[in-house]
Every structure is written in C-alpha cells, then in structure tokens.
C-alpha cells in the first residue's frame, strides 16, 4: 500500500524559495509534483523517472523548480526558487504505475493530501 505525506507548505514571499516534501511508504515508480489553484484545474508541475536519470518541467516553473527524490526512495521533493504569486496552490505528489511517468493526472495511481503554498507580493 503506497502512503504519501507531504510537508513544507506555507507563506513565501515573492522571489524567494521554498522546499517541499513528500515522504514515501511502500512500492512506488515514477513520482510527480502536480499543483491546484482555486478554482482551477489540477496541473503538472515535474515528474522524475523511478531511476531518478530523467525529470521533466513545466513551462511554467522550468528553470526555476528542481524535483529531486533520495536514494531510498523514500523522500521526494520539489525545491522551488524565484516564487511568483501565480504559483499559488494546493501542491500535491502523485505516484506513476510506470518507471516513465506522464504529465496527465490521470495516469497516477496514489496520491498526497496536498500541502498550501501562497506566495505573496
């Protein structure tokens, strides 16, 4: 049984940083960070490949996001530089099926309770 908690939400301030966590228990594959606004669709952040050699960004946060995952497979998270206000929202990690995971929320099989980000100007 896959369990997904993550950690480290809160208030940053525009232009600063701030890391999320995702604490990993049972089996799981290619992970993902997904985010949801209110009022809006849920939506692909990054995902990283179950042999952590592959990760893939959104537009929107490429450059300025990194997901990283530890060695133990236990730990996912997502270290977010150069805050702008739009990247307010729920975050949430997600657990893929595959060893390649997708952009589609779809496609993910386990997820976290979500973790508040809001990023003030």
């Known amino acids: 049984q896959i369990r997904l908690v993550e950690s480290g939400g809160g208030l940053a301030e525009s232009g600063g940083s701030r890391r999320l966590s995702c604490a990993i228990s049972?089996?799981?594959?290619?992970m993902a960070w997904f985010r949801q606004a209110p009022g809006q669709e849920r939506e692909f952040v990054a995902n990283?490949?179950?042999?952590?050699?592959?990760?893939h960004y959104s537009t929107s946060v490429e450059g300025r996001f990194t997901i990283s995952r530890t060695g133990d497979m236990k730990t996912l998270y997502l270290q977010m530089n150069s805050l702008k206000r739009e990247d307010t929202a729920v975050y949430y990690c997600?657990?893929?099926?595959?060893?390649?995971?997708?952009?589609?929320?779809?496609?993910?099989?386990?997820w976290g309770q979500g973790t508040q980000v809001t990023v003030s100007s």
């Open positions: 049972g089996r799981t594959y290619g």
């Open positions: 997600a657990a893929s099926p595959s060893n390649t995971p997708t952009t589609s929320h779809r496609d993910y099989i386990r």
């Open positions: 990283i490949n179950w042999a952590r050699t592959k990760t």
